[in-house]
Protein backbone atom coordinates (compact mmCIF):
# COMPACT_ATOMS: atom_id res chain seq x y z
CA UNK A 1 0.00 0.00 0.00
CA UNK A 2 0.94 3.57 -0.67
CA UNK A 3 -0.27 6.67 1.65
CA UNK A 4 0.27 10.31 1.47
CA UNK A 5 -0.86 13.04 3.12
CA UNK A 6 -2.08 15.92 1.05
CA UNK A 7 -3.23 19.64 1.46
CA UNK A 8 -7.01 20.45 -0.05
CA UNK A 9 -7.85 23.93 -0.29
CA UNK A 10 -11.18 24.37 2.21
CA UNK A 11 -10.28 21.19 4.16
CA UNK A 12 -7.10 21.20 4.67
CA UNK A 13 -4.61 17.83 5.41
CA UNK A 14 -5.77 14.52 3.89
CA UNK A 15 -5.06 10.99 3.60
CA UNK A 16 -5.05 10.08 0.57
CA UNK A 17 -3.85 6.13 -0.78
CA UNK A 18 -2.07 6.23 -4.16
CA UNK A 19 -4.02 3.06 -6.51
CA UNK A 20 -1.96 1.12 -9.25
CA UNK A 21 -3.06 3.87 -11.75
CA UNK A 22 -1.80 6.46 -9.74
CA UNK A 23 -5.21 7.85 -8.40
CA UNK A 24 -6.00 9.27 -5.22
CA UNK A 25 -8.37 7.45 -2.97
CA UNK A 26 -9.29 9.87 0.07
CA UNK A 27 -9.85 7.53 3.24
CA UNK A 28 -9.90 10.46 5.59
CA UNK A 29 -11.85 9.88 8.72
CA UNK A 30 -12.05 11.15 12.06
CA UNK A 31 -10.36 7.93 13.33
CA UNK A 32 -7.76 8.47 10.54
CA UNK A 33 -6.99 12.48 10.34
CA UNK A 34 -3.33 11.64 9.05
CA UNK A 35 -1.09 8.53 8.96
CA UNK A 36 0.31 8.87 12.37
CA UNK A 37 -2.58 8.54 13.82
CA UNK A 38 -3.52 5.39 11.20
CA UNK A 39 -0.51 3.96 12.20
CA UNK A 40 -1.10 4.62 16.18
CA UNK A 41 -4.70 3.26 16.01
CA UNK A 42 -2.99 -0.05 14.24
CA UNK A 43 -1.00 -0.76 16.85
CA UNK A 44 -3.88 0.04 19.52
CA UNK A 45 -6.46 -2.04 17.86
CA UNK A 46 -3.43 -4.94 16.73
CA UNK A 47 -4.44 -5.21 13.54
CA UNK A 48 -3.17 -3.69 9.93
CA UNK A 49 -3.36 -0.57 8.46
CA UNK A 50 -5.05 -2.41 5.69
CA UNK A 51 -7.55 -3.80 7.67
CA UNK A 52 -8.93 -0.17 8.96
CA UNK A 53 -8.73 1.69 5.41
CA UNK A 54 -10.95 -0.79 4.08
CA UNK A 55 -13.31 -0.30 6.77
CA UNK A 56 -13.43 3.42 6.30
CA UNK A 57 -13.92 2.95 2.51
CA UNK A 58 -16.78 0.85 3.19
CA UNK A 59 -18.41 3.94 4.57
CA UNK A 60 -17.33 5.60 1.36
CA UNK A 61 -18.27 4.57 -1.98
CA UNK A 62 -15.28 2.89 -4.80
CA UNK A 63 -16.74 5.55 -7.06
CA UNK A 64 -15.99 8.23 -4.84
CA UNK A 65 -12.31 8.82 -5.36
CA UNK A 66 -11.11 12.36 -4.65
CA UNK A 67 -12.20 14.41 -7.59
CA UNK A 68 -11.32 18.49 -7.87
CA UNK A 69 -13.29 19.47 -11.19
CA UNK A 70 -16.79 20.94 -10.67
CA UNK A 71 -18.50 17.69 -10.80
CA UNK A 72 -17.50 13.95 -10.41
CA UNK A 73 -18.21 12.84 -13.55
CA UNK A 74 -15.83 10.85 -16.01
CA UNK A 75 -12.18 9.77 -15.55
CA UNK A 76 -10.74 12.85 -15.92
CA UNK A 77 -11.86 14.56 -12.69
CA UNK A 78 -10.46 12.01 -10.90
CA UNK A 79 -7.32 13.31 -8.79
CA UNK A 80 -3.87 12.12 -10.14
CA UNK A 81 -1.11 11.83 -7.81
CA UNK A 82 0.63 14.32 -10.67
CA UNK A 83 -2.06 16.66 -9.93
CA UNK A 84 -0.54 16.88 -6.30
CA UNK A 85 2.83 17.99 -7.64
CA UNK A 86 2.59 21.54 -6.96
CA UNK A 87 4.25 24.31 -4.59
CA UNK A 88 2.77 24.57 -1.28
CA UNK A 89 0.26 27.27 -1.14
CA UNK A 90 -2.87 27.19 1.10
CA UNK A 91 -5.35 27.97 -2.07
CA UNK A 92 -3.47 24.66 -4.11
CA UNK A 93 -3.53 20.82 -3.91
CA UNK A 94 -0.38 19.74 -2.64
CA UNK A 95 1.71 16.87 -1.30
CA UNK A 96 2.52 17.41 2.18
CA UNK A 97 4.77 15.14 4.31
CA UNK A 98 3.77 11.18 3.89
CA UNK A 99 3.54 11.35 8.09
CA UNK A 100 4.82 13.92 10.96
CA UNK A 101 7.65 12.66 12.34
CA UNK A 102 7.53 13.10 16.28
CA UNK A 103 11.25 12.44 16.00
CA UNK A 104 13.70 11.79 13.38
CA UNK A 105 16.94 10.20 13.61
CA UNK A 106 19.69 9.29 11.08
CA UNK A 107 22.60 6.67 10.74
CA UNK A 108 25.87 7.72 9.04
CA UNK A 109 28.53 6.61 7.44
CA UNK A 110 26.66 3.14 6.57
CA UNK A 111 28.43 2.98 2.72
CA UNK A 112 32.41 2.70 2.34
CA UNK A 113 32.09 5.69 -0.10
CA UNK A 114 31.17 8.12 2.80
CA UNK A 115 33.85 6.77 4.53
CA UNK A 116 36.19 7.44 2.67
CA UNK A 117 34.99 11.02 1.56
CA UNK A 118 35.03 12.05 5.58
CA UNK A 119 38.37 10.96 6.34
CA UNK A 120 39.92 12.87 3.46
CA UNK A 121 38.97 15.68 5.02
CA UNK A 122 40.11 14.58 8.82
CA UNK A 123 43.14 14.17 10.39
CA UNK A 124 42.37 10.89 12.03
CA UNK A 125 40.31 7.74 10.68
CA UNK A 126 37.54 7.92 12.89
CA UNK A 127 34.73 7.28 10.08
CA UNK A 128 36.60 4.41 8.51
CA UNK A 129 36.84 3.20 12.55
CA UNK A 130 33.25 3.80 12.81
CA UNK A 131 32.53 1.90 9.22
CA UNK A 132 33.97 -1.23 10.42
CA UNK A 133 32.55 -1.07 14.05
CA UNK A 134 30.35 -3.10 16.12
CA UNK A 135 28.64 0.30 17.20
CA UNK A 136 27.25 2.52 14.25
CA UNK A 137 27.10 6.19 13.80
CA UNK A 138 23.80 7.79 15.15
CA UNK A 139 22.15 11.13 15.54
CA UNK A 140 19.36 13.07 16.34
CA UNK A 141 18.04 14.64 13.73
CA UNK A 142 14.79 16.82 14.21
CA UNK A 143 11.33 17.18 14.43
CA UNK A 144 8.75 17.85 11.85
CA UNK A 145 8.02 21.15 12.74
CA UNK A 146 12.28 20.77 11.13
CA UNK A 147 11.32 18.64 8.57
CA UNK A 148 9.98 19.24 5.06
CA UNK A 149 7.64 17.62 2.59
CA UNK A 150 7.23 17.53 -1.64
CA UNK A 151 8.54 20.55 -3.00
CA UNK A 152 9.08 22.68 0.31
CA UNK A 153 12.57 24.24 0.85
CA UNK A 154 15.52 22.49 1.93
CA UNK A 155 17.88 25.13 3.75
CA UNK A 156 21.56 25.79 3.55
CA UNK A 157 22.79 27.47 7.14
CA UNK A 158 23.47 30.97 7.23
CA UNK A 159 26.73 29.75 8.89
CA UNK A 160 27.72 27.26 6.30
CA UNK A 161 29.40 27.28 3.16
CA UNK A 162 29.29 23.83 2.07
CA UNK A 163 25.54 22.27 2.75
CA UNK A 164 25.08 19.32 1.02
CA UNK A 165 22.09 17.07 -0.18
CA UNK A 166 22.53 13.32 1.39
CA UNK A 167 19.84 11.55 -0.73
CA UNK A 168 18.70 8.10 1.64
CA UNK A 169 15.96 5.45 2.02
CA UNK A 170 14.36 5.72 5.16
CA UNK A 171 12.25 3.43 7.31
CA UNK A 172 9.53 4.28 9.81
CA UNK A 173 9.46 2.74 12.67
CA UNK A 174 7.07 1.05 15.16
CA UNK A 175 6.80 1.63 18.71
CA UNK A 176 8.03 -1.81 19.17
CA UNK A 177 10.62 -2.04 16.68
CA UNK A 178 9.40 -3.11 13.61
CA UNK A 179 9.30 -1.26 10.39
CA UNK A 180 6.10 -0.33 9.33
CA UNK A 181 7.13 1.35 6.06
CA UNK A 182 9.57 2.95 3.60
CA UNK A 183 10.18 6.73 2.23
CA UNK A 184 12.72 8.82 0.65
CA UNK A 185 14.75 11.26 3.09
CA UNK A 186 16.84 14.21 2.50
CA UNK A 187 19.54 14.32 4.67
CA UNK A 188 20.59 17.83 4.71
CA UNK A 189 23.97 18.52 6.18
CA UNK A 190 26.34 21.24 6.72
CA UNK A 191 29.63 19.29 5.95
CA UNK A 192 32.20 21.96 6.24
CA UNK A 193 30.78 22.29 10.36
CA UNK A 194 31.10 18.36 10.87
CA UNK A 195 34.63 18.90 9.12
CA UNK A 196 35.72 21.59 11.29
CA UNK A 197 35.14 19.64 14.40
CA UNK A 198 33.48 15.98 15.17
CA UNK A 199 31.68 17.30 17.97
CA UNK A 200 29.87 19.92 15.99
CA UNK A 201 27.62 16.95 14.30
CA UNK A 202 24.46 18.18 16.00
CA UNK A 203 24.80 21.79 14.41
CA UNK A 204 25.79 20.38 11.06
CA UNK A 205 22.74 17.49 11.42
CA UNK A 206 19.86 20.09 12.82
CA UNK A 207 18.61 23.27 11.94
CA UNK A 208 15.06 24.63 9.65
CA UNK A 209 14.93 22.49 6.82
CA UNK A 210 17.28 20.18 7.15
CA UNK A 211 15.31 17.26 6.65
CA UNK A 212 12.91 16.04 3.63
CA UNK A 213 11.01 13.34 4.02
CA UNK A 214 8.15 11.59 0.62
CA UNK A 215 6.61 11.68 -1.17
CA UNK A 216 4.58 8.60 -0.11
CA UNK A 217 4.72 6.03 2.78
CA UNK A 218 5.21 2.86 1.60
CA UNK A 219 4.44 -0.28 3.20
CA UNK A 220 6.84 -3.50 3.17
CA UNK A 221 4.46 -5.83 1.01
CA UNK A 222 5.20 -3.06 -2.04
CA UNK A 223 8.88 -3.38 -1.65
CA UNK A 224 10.66 -6.59 -2.38
CA UNK A 225 14.03 -6.31 -1.01
CA UNK A 226 14.87 -2.95 0.81
CA UNK A 227 18.63 -4.11 0.52
CA UNK A 228 18.26 -4.20 -3.94
CA UNK A 229 17.22 -0.49 -4.40
CA UNK A 230 18.32 1.46 -6.72
CA UNK A 231 19.10 5.80 -5.44
CA UNK A 232 19.27 8.27 -8.36
CA UNK A 233 19.91 11.93 -6.97
CA UNK A 234 20.01 14.87 -9.20
CA UNK A 235 20.80 18.55 -8.86
CA UNK A 236 19.29 21.23 -11.02
CA UNK A 237 20.73 24.86 -10.80
CA UNK A 238 20.07 27.52 -13.06
CA UNK A 239 17.33 25.47 -14.88
CA UNK A 240 20.26 22.72 -16.02
CA UNK A 241 21.56 19.57 -14.82
CA UNK A 242 24.55 20.03 -12.57
CA UNK A 243 25.06 16.83 -10.65
CA UNK A 244 23.74 13.57 -10.96
CA UNK A 245 24.72 10.60 -8.58
CA UNK A 246 23.38 7.06 -8.01
CA UNK A 247 24.01 4.22 -5.89
CA UNK A 248 22.32 0.79 -4.80
CA UNK A 249 21.09 -0.21 -1.02
CA UNK A 250 23.11 -2.97 -1.70
CA UNK A 251 26.18 -1.26 -0.94
CA UNK A 252 25.09 -0.60 2.76
CA UNK A 253 26.94 -2.05 5.29
CA UNK A 254 24.22 -2.21 7.73
CA UNK A 255 21.30 -4.41 8.40
CA UNK A 256 18.23 -2.41 9.91
CA UNK A 257 17.46 -4.38 12.89
CA UNK A 258 20.98 -3.67 13.63
CA UNK A 259 20.63 -0.15 12.87
CA UNK A 260 17.07 -0.22 15.01
CA UNK A 261 19.05 -2.34 17.95
CA UNK A 262 21.20 0.46 18.44
CA UNK A 263 18.35 3.25 18.26
CA UNK A 264 16.28 1.90 21.00
CA UNK A 265 18.61 0.72 23.17
CA UNK A 266 18.05 2.65 26.42
CA UNK A 267 16.13 5.15 24.33
CA UNK A 268 12.53 4.98 23.99
CA UNK A 269 11.43 5.53 20.43
CA UNK A 270 7.74 7.27 20.09
CA UNK A 271 5.55 4.96 17.35
CA UNK A 272 6.16 6.66 13.43
CA UNK A 273 9.55 8.18 14.40
CA UNK A 274 11.51 7.95 10.79
CA UNK A 275 15.21 6.54 10.50
CA UNK A 276 17.23 7.41 7.47
CA UNK A 277 19.79 4.82 6.71
CA UNK A 278 23.16 6.72 5.28
CA UNK A 279 23.98 8.02 1.84
CA UNK A 280 26.48 6.50 -0.71
CA UNK A 281 25.94 9.11 -2.52
CA UNK A 282 28.34 11.97 -2.50
CA UNK A 283 28.41 15.22 -4.26
CA UNK A 284 31.84 16.65 -5.19
CA UNK A 285 33.96 19.68 -3.45
CA UNK A 286 33.06 22.19 -5.97
CA UNK A 287 29.08 21.52 -5.83
CA UNK A 288 28.13 22.85 -2.36
CA UNK A 289 24.26 23.15 -2.36
CA UNK A 290 23.00 27.18 -3.73
CA UNK A 291 20.04 29.17 -3.33
CA UNK A 292 17.32 28.11 -5.80
CA UNK A 293 18.95 24.89 -6.69
CA UNK A 294 16.06 21.75 -7.17
CA UNK A 295 17.32 18.94 -5.51
CA UNK A 296 15.73 15.17 -7.12
CA UNK A 297 16.03 12.50 -5.33
CA UNK A 298 14.21 8.73 -6.70
CA UNK A 299 14.51 4.81 -5.45
CA UNK A 300 12.63 2.37 -6.63
CA UNK A 301 9.05 2.21 -6.06
CA UNK A 302 9.18 5.20 -3.62
CA UNK A 303 8.60 7.60 -6.18
CA UNK A 304 10.62 10.96 -6.55
CA UNK A 305 10.77 13.85 -3.95
CA UNK A 306 12.07 17.28 -5.48
CA UNK A 307 13.22 20.02 -3.11
CA UNK A 308 14.10 23.94 -3.85
CA UNK A 309 16.99 25.18 -2.00
CA UNK A 310 16.89 28.14 0.36
CA UNK A 311 19.98 30.10 1.43
CA UNK A 312 18.34 31.41 5.20
Known amino acids: MKLIQFHQPGLGKRVGVVTRDEEIIDVTSEE ?45 DKLKFADLDNHPDPDTLHLLMPLDPPEAWGFGVTYKRSADMRDKDSDQNIYSRVYHAERPEMFFKGTATRCTGPNGAISIRSDSTFTAAEPELAYILGVNGEILGYTICNDVSAWDIERENPLYLPQSKIFTGCCAIGPMFVTPSEVDDPYHLNIKCQIFRNGQLAYQGEVNTSQINWKFETLTEF ?41 KLSNPVKQL
Open 32 to 76: TPDVLQLLQLANNEGISIGVILADVQEEVSQDDVLVFGPDNEGDN
Open 263 to 303: LRRDNPIPHGTVVSTGTGIITPEDMPLADGDIVEIEIDGLG
